[in-house]
């Protein structure tokens, strides 16, 4: 299985800070990697796919970056909605594992 | 509007099974694969496994082989996914999810709300 190693597990930042949260896979996965929001209570809402392709509807300040086993979520200026843990997920093959989560707060 | 309605929360006891429903509707349902992911109570995102709604082919994680049946019932836009002797470990929100594809990238894109399922003797 490819296991996927997310970076920090927590995070705390300010209103208009830049924020990245890096995603490392075990092997090369190419572009097969998804980015999801989970806010308290509430199921995933996909942000990124494809490594860089923005989900319609979500807000262009996120932005994805990297390919085959590093990779990047960045949110350009942070705003107060943004606080929740975020999850990349490879789809490269079976199991489609996520990273462990990174739990972002507003300072 | 394009939206996935999952059957409502479950208490089973070690050894029993449970099957959870997953309702679309705004969209073809035979278009799309539905996949099936769980979240343990303070944990992260467990990838269970999918089928397509066109042909009813699956593709179960191997954690869950010989345990777990996703259906479809292209009739009702209904997908199912049923796990067999429960555990206590297995006792987790359970969420269906419509997953899109782009060329050969897939991305779930829609989710259900979510069904609590617990275990417990």
């Known amino acids: 299985d490819i296991q996927m190693t997310q970076s920090p597990s927590s995070l705390s930042a300010s209103v208009g800070d830049r924020v990245t949260i890096t995603c490392r896979a075990s092997?090369?996965?190419?572009?097969?990697l998804n980015w999801y929001q989970q806010k308290p209570g509430k199921a995933p809402k996909l942000l990124i796919y494809a490594a860089y392709n923005l989900q319609s509807g979500v807000p262009s300040r996120f932005s994805g970056s990297g390919s085959g086993t590093d990779f990047t979520l960045t949110i350009s200026s942070l705003q107060p909605e943004d606080s929740a843990t975020y999850y990349c997920q490879h789809s490269y093959s079976n199991p489609y594992t996520f990273g462990q989560g990174t739990k972002l707060e507003i300072k | 509007q394009v939206q996935l309605v999952q059957s409502g929360a479950e208490v089973k006891k070690p050894g029993a099974s449970v099957k959870v429903s997953c309702k679309a509707s705004?969209?073809?349902?035979?278009?799309?694969?539905i996949s099936w992911v769980r979240q343990a109570p303070g944990q992260g995102l467990e990838w269970m496994g999918g089928i397509s709604a066109y042909n009813g082919n699956t593709n179960y994680a191997q954690k869950f082989q010989g345990r777990v049946t996703m259906t479809t019932d292209t009739s009702t836009s209904t997908a199912y996914m049923e796990l067999r002797s429960l555990r206590s470990d297995d006792t987790a929100v359970y969420y269906c999810?419509?997953?899109?594809?782009?060329?050969?990238?897939?991305?779930?894109?829609?989710w259900g709300q979510g069904t609590t399922v617990t275990v417990s003797s």
């Open positions: 705004g969209y073809t349902f035979s278009s799309y694969v």
């Open positions: 999810a419509r997953e899109t594809a782009v060329g050969s990238y897939y991305g779930m894109d829609v």
């Open positions: 092997q090369s996965i190419s572009s097969y």
